[in-house]
Antibody, heavy 120, light 107 residues
Framework: QLQLQESGPGLVKPSETLSLTCNVS??????????WGWIRQPPGKALEWIGSIYHSGNTYYNPSLKSRVTISVDTSKNQFSLKVTSVTAADTAVYYC????????????WGQGTLVTVSS | EVVMTQSPATLSVSPGDRATLSCRASQSVSSNLAWYQQKPGQAPRLLIYGTSTRATGIPARFSGSGSGTDFTLTISSLQSEDFAVYYCQQYNNGPATFGQGTRLEIK
């Protein structure tokens, strides 16, 4: 069974770039069956889909975040990554990496989540 | 984007009873609707997709129904492990969007 694990700084300063990595185990990130995505959840608020990537590098993003977000994949390390630029307090959230079966955003597997706080 | 509205915000139900959770979309999402369960400190878990298809390993007491803009998640005979927050999510139009969640608590 696929397992996902997020890693990265838990504290980021305003205006800087948030960077997270998701390590995939129990399967290959090059699988043709899966897309890989990021979802976040601000404290006490609803989930928000950020974007997704295929192993080929094809990406699609939530338009509300598209100008600040980059998702990339490293097949040699079986990892994918998220970068969010120019962060503000509104970007404080638990960030989950996740797996979709195909391009449709139905999340079958989730990482445990990592809290990222934006504060000076 | 499609706005998903869940009701009620909090639902108090006794163990063994039935719970009915509602989700409404701001425009038709056809049958492209999923439900997730989230317990404190945990990631969400997929329960249902395609409005009514249970994900692998999900007990039969969980069922989904609806189409277009109005959807329902029913949990028959609530077990202690079912008390959690439930989110609906559409994946039909534009970016996938989630509802604000319904907290199912023990009465």
């Amino acid at each position: 069974q696929l397992q996902l694990q997020e890693s990265g700084p838990g504290l980021v300063k305003p205006s800087e770039t948030l960077s997270l990595t998701c390590n995939v185990s129990g399967g290959s990130i090059s699988s043709t069956s899966y897309y890989w995505g990021w979802i976040r959840q601000p404290p006490g608020k609803a989930l928000e889909w950020i974007g997704s990537i295929y192993h080929s590098g094809n990406t699609y993003y939530n338009p509300s975040l598209k100008s600040r977000v980059t998702i990339s994949v490293d097949t040699s390390k079986n990892q994918f990554s998220l970068k969010v630029t120019s962060v503000t307090a509104a970007d404080t959230a638990v960030y989950y990496c996740a797996t979709q079966s195909g391009r449709v955003v139905i999340i079958y597997y989730w990482g445990q989540g990592t809290l990222v706080t934006v504060s000076s | 984007e499609v706005v998903m509205t869940q009701s009620p915000a909090t639902l108090s139900v006794s163990p063994g009873d039935r719970a009915t959770l509602s989700c409404r979309a701001s425009q038709s999402v056809s049958s492209n609707l999923a439900w997730y369960q989230q317990k404190p400190g945990q990631a969400p878990r997929l329960l249902i997709y395609g409005t009514s298809t249970r994900a692998t390993g999900i007990p039969a007491r969980f069922s989904g129904s609806g189409s277009g803009t109005d959807f329902t998640l029913t949990i028959s005979s609530l077990q202690s492990e079912d008390f959690a927050v439930y989110y609906c999510q559409q994946y039909n139009n534009g970016p996938a969007t989630f509802g604000q969640g319904t907290r199912l608590e023990i009465k």
